[in-house]
């Protein structure tokens, strides 16, 4: 008998364990999530078509097939919340004729604001800004040197990132973990590459929650808010 005949099951055999590993690890995960949501009070949701177009700004609004998967909503410390994570594909050529797909994942946290800001971004430094910084680009100049070395900060209003930014706040952040974050009308937007981390995600809603809370009572009342 020829011995490739004999590689066929073996192949078939590998190809449908590799299948159901994959099968397996998917029910795992969405069991975690959903044990998660219901300990915390929330809502998992294996999609939300909405959310995928819901925000402005990096990761949004690129590449195509954008997706809002493993879905948590609810409230965290009195506010709305949703976490998911987001994908999009993108499409590069490679050699005549051929294209390359690439899946591009995220994680997400959106938490309601008390009131609507024109954008602040806060992005942690790496090599990309540190170049953008040398050429001229560096964003709002604030008044840490340890801060302006962690994070790159941009706004459509610089006198209010001072506002929002002030020395506890910067403290604040710079006591944790950098996370990026976009405050921008009624959201602030938190997200990181890969897909959503349950460990993550708690440790950036307080992050972010705690960001928000130090927002001066001033500021939300001055953008159509009240006090967080």
């Keep these: 008998m020829d011995p490739a005949v004999l590689l066929v099951p073996a192949a078939l055999a590998v190809a449908g364990g590799a299948g159901w590993l994959a ?13 998660l949501a219901q300990a915390r009070g929330w809502q998992y949701a294996l999609e939300n078509p909405a959310l995928a177009d819901a925000f402005a700004g990096e990761p949004f609004g690129t590449g195509r097939r954008r997706r809002a998967t493993d879905v948590l909503t609810g409230a965290w410390r009195g506010r709305p919340m949703a976490a998911f994570t987001y994908s999009f594909q993108t499409t590069t050529s490679g050699s005549p004729g051929q294209q390359q797909t690439q ?7 959106a ?6 800001l024109p954008q602040i971004e806060l992005t942690p430094q790496n090599v990309l800004t540190r170049v953008a910084g040398a050429l001229g680009f560096a964003g709002v100049e604030l008044e840490s040197e340890d801060f302006h070395a962690r994070y790159r900060v941009t706004a459509q209003d610089p006198r209010l990132a001072y506002d929002v930014l002030h020395p506890r706040a910067m403290q604040l952040l ?17 997200w990181d590459s890969g897909r959503l981390d349950a460990g993550d995600l708690l440790v950036r809603l307080e992050t972010v929650s705690d ?8 500021v939300w009342a001055d953008h159509g808010g009240t006090a967080a």
């Design 23 to 35: 099968w397996e690890y998917e029910q795992r995960r969405r069991r975690a999530w959903a044990a």
């Design 103 to 109: 899946t591009h994942r995220y994680g997400v946290l």
């Design 111 to 116: 938490l309601r604001t008390p009131g609507f």
């Design 174 to 190: 710079l006591d944790r973990p950098p996370v990026a974050v976009r405050l921008l009308g009624a959201d602030a937007v938190s």
């Design 211 to 218: 960001l928000l809370d130090a927002v001066p009572q001033r």
